[in-house]
């Protein structure tokens, strides 16, 4: 199985700031890498796929690079409705998910 | 406007076998670019893909979960079910049933269930 290794777990951060999380692959998953924000209570929404490519309908200030095992999703100036836990996601080979990245407020 | 609902029991006692079913509405089960999918959240964890099932009946499971997992679909209802043997406190989450699109280059989870939770007490 492919794990999916995401950090920071957490991370305080203001409204205005900028916000890189990390995603790991254990093995070469190529631009199999999606991106979903999750809300208390909700299910998760999807922010990227294809490592780089924008969902229709989420905001610019979301991106997504990398290839191979090593990805990145940035919030170029981080809102209020941005505090959530965000997670990675290989569709390489079956399916596996990061452990997720709390981005609280500071 | 696609829309997913499970349903399916609350509480369990360890070694019952647990099913849920996903109503699909807003699209079909049959069309053939989606892969209907079982996904599960334990308490403050993360997310653990269960397996999928395609149309065609093609499935694939989560290798740790394959000696006690089935998903089944019935096109006549729009719907597909999961069946999870042997159930133990372990098994204890918020079960999702998601819709996997196959994209030109990727797949990625498009619509989500709004997510049950599974309790399994004795």
């Known amino acids: 199985d492919i794990q999916m290794t995401q950090s920071p777990s957490s991370l305080s951060a203001s409204v205005g700031d900028r916000v890189t999380i990390t995603c790991r692959a254990s093995?070469?998953?190529?631009?199999?890498l999606n991106w979903y924000q999750q809300k208390p209570g909700k299910a998760p929404n999807l922010l990227i796929y294809?490592?780089?490519s924008l969902k229709r309908g989420v905001p610019s200030r979301f991106s997504g690079s990398g290839s191979g095992t090593d990805f990145t999703l940035t919030i170029s100036s981080l809102q209020p409705e941005d505090f959530a836990i965000y997670y990675c996601?290989?569709?390489?080979?079956?399916?596996?998910f990061g452990g997720g990245t709390k981005v609280e407020i500071k | 406007q696609v829309q997913l609902q499970e349903s399916g029991p609350g509480l369990m006692k360890p070694s019952e076998t647990l099913s849920l079913t996903c109503t699909v509405s807003?699209?079909?089960?049959?069309?053939?670019?989606?892969?209907w999918t079982w996904i599960r959240q334990s308490p403050g964890k993360g997310l653990e893909w269960i397996g999928f099932?395609?149309?065609?009946?093609?499935?694939n499971y989560k290798s740790s979960l394959k000696s006690r997992v089935t998903i089944s679909i019935d096109p006549s209802k729009n719907q597909f079910s999961l069946r999870l043997r042997a159930v133990t406190a372990a098994d204890t989450a918020v079960y999702y049933c998601?819709?996997?699109?196959?994209?030109?280059?990727?797949?990625?989870?498009?619509?989500w269930g709004q997510g049950t939770l599974v309790t399994v007490s004795a």
């Open positions: 998601a819709r996997e699109i196959q994209g030109y280059s990727t797949t990625w989870y498009d619509y």
């Open positions: 099932i395609h149309y065609s009946g093609g499935t």
């Open positions: 294809g490592a780089s």
């Open positions: 807003g699209g079909s089960v049959s069309s053939g670019n989606y892969y």
């Open positions: 996601q290989q569709s390489y080979t079956d399916q596996s």
């Open positions: 093995q070469t998953i190529i631009s199999h």
